[in-house]
Nanobody
Framework: QVQLVESGGGLVQAGGSLRLSCEASGRTFSSYAMGWFRQAPGKEREFVAGISRSGGSTYYGDSVKTRFTISRDNAKNTVYLQMNSLKPEDTAVYYC???????????????????WGQGTQVTVSS
């Protein structure tokens, strides 16, 4: 069982930046791949970024490639999402996720991730 708590969401202007944080409970944080998904009203949950257990590999959805950066600090049980050059279409609820080996089958599939945070709202104004 893992508990995830996101923070850092808010309202920003287009072109601005925002940094999301996700703190996990437990002492086995490094055993999990971590990821970020987002969901806008009326849309399916979309993969944003993922990072391997050691932080050595990262993955990004096409829509955020080059603009967002995922990182993790295993000593702090925290994963981050640095969001730059934000666009209005980035507006969504952003969810932190933790997953085991199943995520390697298809990391873009939210059904293969095991634990989820409650989400944090990100709104980008035009």
């Amino acid at each position: 069982q893992v508990q995830l708590v996101e923070s850092g969401g808010g309202l920003v202007q287009a072109g601005g930046s925002l940094r999301l944080s996700c703190e996990a409970s437990g002492r086995t944080f490094s055993s999990y791949a971590m990821g970020w998904f987002r969901q806008a009203p009326g849309k399916e949950r979309e993969f944003v970024a993922g990072i391997s257990r050691s932080g050595g590999s990262t993955y990004y959805g096409d829509s955020v490639k080059t603009r967002f950066t995922i990182s993790r600090d295993n000593a702090k049980n925290t994963v981050y999402l640095q969001m730059n050059s934000l666009k209005p279409e980035d507006t969504a609820v952003y969810y932190c996720a933790a997953g085991g080996l199943n995520t390697y089958y298809s990391h873009t599939n939210p059904g293969l991730w095991n634990y989820w945070g409650q989400g944090t709202q990100v709104t980008v104004s035009s």
